[in-house]
């Protein structure tokens, strides 16, 4: 039993930081990782329960709409949601409001993860790792003390148009992009990226990191890697790589954090 659970899905780190801060702020909190089927569903003995994800173009990451259906809640409990993104939060929210009816929502933009598209700099406002960490971190801060607070906001999050159609092509577009993954010869077998995988998606053949079909595109496995040597196509080789910088791989692969 704890007085707080937090659901998180994180592939790059980002979501699992700000739950962090926002744990500290409210003490006795289980954060519980989404990554995979969440291990515990009922938090009907909390008396806040809240959920921090990212936007993937403009919808949630695969699995995430039927974990938060998973999870039980009792009647009267506050509930809060705290969208991640590089510049806009997409439809998330709104699922999770029309699942769970929201007390408090907000937005953390941060570091952009999607490696693929764009240099992980490219967020709104447009800054560098240590300026948005920073940020990101004070942001937290200030939700953990507000949601300590209970603090109503005033409207439900809305979800437009253009996200929502962004949404429905995301599960064929993120198929066409897991068919890319590829490992390099710099690869050591180490097997970080098959434990961090959350769909099992990565094996090991002939002393290299070889991967199937079945992938979210959560990128944990490309941005964590010790040697660099996972690519998502072409456009990757050169791009830097971007994960929270005070949140390790092995933080990722937990089924629950504690925060006293
Ligand atoms: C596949 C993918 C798609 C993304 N799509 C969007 C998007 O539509 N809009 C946006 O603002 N950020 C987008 N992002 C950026 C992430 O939402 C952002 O970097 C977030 O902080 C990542 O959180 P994490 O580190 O916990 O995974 C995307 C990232 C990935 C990996
Ligand atoms: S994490 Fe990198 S080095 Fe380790 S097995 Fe995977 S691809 Fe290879
Ligand atoms: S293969 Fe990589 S990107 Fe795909 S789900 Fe596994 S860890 Fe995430």
């Not at 159609?165 to 010869?185: D, G, I």
């Not at 959560?218 to 080789?237: R, S």
Request: glycine letters at 10%; aromatic letters at 6%.
């Amino acid at each position: 039993m704890s007085t707080n659970t937090i659901y998180v899905f994180s592939g790059s780190g980002n979501c699992l930081d700000i739950a962090k801060n926002i744990a500290k702020k409210l003490g006795d909190t289980d954060i519980v990782l989404m990554r995979g089927a969440p291990e515990k569903t009922d938090a009907t003995d909390s008396e806040r329960v809240g959920f921090v994800f990212p936007c993937y173009a403009g919808g949630l990451p695969g699995g995430v709409e039927e974990s938060f259906r998973a999870v039980k809640i009792a009647p009267g409990t506050y509930t809060f949601g705290v969208a991640s993104c590089a510049a806009y939060p997409g439809v998330g929210l709104s699922v999770l409001d029309s699942i769970h009816k929201l007390d408090y929502w907000n937005v953390v933009t941060h570091q952009c993860s999607c490696i693929w598209l764009f240099p992980h700099d490219l967020m709104m406002p447009k800054m560098g790792a240590e300026k948005a960490q920073e940020r990101s971190e004070r942001l937290a801060a200030l939700i953990g003390a507000e949601v300590l607070g209970g603090v109503r906001s005033a409207k439900a999050p809305k979800a437009n148009a253009f996200n929502k159609v962004e949404a429905s092509a995301w599960p064929t577009l993120s198929k066409k992009k897991a068919a890319k993954l590829r490992s390099t010869e710099a690869c050591v077998a180490c097997g970080q990226c098959v434990q961090l995988c959350p769909k099992g998606n990565i094996r090991i053949e002939d002393g290299r990191a070889v991967f199937g079909s079945d992938c979210i595109g959560c990128l944990a496995c490309l941005q964590y890697c010790p040697q660099e040597a996972i690519n998502m196509g072409g456009v990757t080789v050169k791009r830097e790589r971007y994960h929270n910088p005070k949140v390790s791989a092995a933080e990722l692969m937990q089924k629950i954090i504690h925060v006293e």
